[in-house]
């Protein structure tokens, strides 16, 4: 599952960060990354869930991180999307300020 590192460090997290939020340890998800285990069916769910991602991407059956939701639901382009995750990884704050940037540029 390399795949599963290469989503966790784009989405700017560490081993034990998902551990945690997943409910697993952080030497399972060593071993999944490093393809020496493979996650029950609930737990590549909630890796999909909490990164972000679809299980196919996981699972390398699919080279696109983009989650099914945003596939399925809107007409976003690969930048639109990869726009959408930056601005949920900034602050309350930072996105207060984003926002009124926004209103200031389309004015």
Known sequence: MENL?????????????????VGVSQEMISSYESG???PSAQTLIELAKFLDTSTDYLLGL???SVPTRFLNDSKLDQEEIDL?????LLTKE????????IDALIK
């Open 94 to 101: 930072n996105k207060l300020k984003l926002d009124g940037y």
């Open 5 to 21: 590192k290469n989503i966790r460090e784009k989405r700017k997290r560490n081993q034990l960060n998902v551990a945690i939020n």
């Open 84 to 88: 959408l995750n930056r601005y949920k």
């Open 62 to 64: 699919t080279d696109n």
């Open 36 to 38: 020496k285990a493979y």
